[in-house]
């Protein structure tokens, strides 16, 4: 993705653990390489002068810094720069990425199409690599892919709301259209992971990875959840390569009809 070779399609987010040290074990037992952290406008340090980052491995982890908490493009742009700025002094490779989140409202945080259009544009201009968050509008994404995006990430369904991939077939469509004339284009299904299987279903649609942080942080185990991700994100993922049986409207016997012998009505 955006020039570099990764080893894991699960994304996990950094926020909503009760500790630093829960954090770590949960991170270690996805097996992620990308972690994305949110970039505030204040309190990068806690008040023991510590930061997220330093509970971080920064010589495995690729830092994915995000925007969230940001309603304009305006805004969502000054905190992209305000973490590409922090990752520099640090030398991670995540320095010129962003994950970009411009928000709707506070109620649904479902995402602004057209600020998030507008953000892209500005963002991809000053060099970043831009990983757009945005809706399961296949048309939306496509405005974001034609914007400039490296990658755009379709939600399955609100943040935080854990109810999966609500509406497959947009999901599909959003794979389908940005692939177009690009089958290497990356598509990463974000937000409303609720559960392992909803992670099998996002890799079995086609898409390259997932990014959740809710399903694993707020878990009753959260280590133990973060296995369940693992293992279902590789599930997905070998059962898309594999390639699924058609769906058919009516049963097909796995057994032959012929040297049956019972009677076979209508036959």
Known sequence: MSGRTLHSRLFVGTGKYATAELMREALAASGCEVVTVA?????????????????????????????A????????????????????????????????EVLGDKKTLLPDPVGTIEATRE???DGFKVLAYTSDDPIA???????GAACVMPAGSPIGS?????????ISLCIELLREG??????????????????????????????LNTAIA???????MAHAMRHACLAGRQG?????????????????WEGSVAAIPGE
């Open 182 to 211: 690009d089958a290497t284009f990356p598509v990463v299904v974000d937000a409303g992971v609720g559960a392992a299987s909803d992670v099998s279903v996002a890799m079995e649609l086609g898409a390259d990875a997932v990014l």
């Open 39 to 67: 970039v505030r406008r204040e309190r990068l340090y806690n008040e023991q002068g510590k930061s997220l980052l330093d509970s971080l491995d920064l010589d495995r982890l690729v830092v994915l810094p995000n925007t």
């Open 162 to 170: 854990g109810q999966g991939v609500l509406n497959r077939a947009n």
């Open 141 to 147: 994404a496509v405005r974001i892919k034609e914007a």
């Open 69 to 100: 908490g940001c309603f304009s493009a305006e805004d969502a742009v000054r905190v992209a720069r305000l973490g590409r700025d922090l990752l520099e002094q640090l030398g991670n490779r995540g320095a010129d990425w962003v994950k970009l």
């Open 218 to 224: 707020h878990a009753k185990d959260p280590v133990l």
């Open 240 to 256: 898309f390569s594999a390639g699924r049986i058609p769906r058919k409207r009516y049963a097909t016997a796995s057994s032959p």
């Open 123 to 125: 963002l991809v201009a």
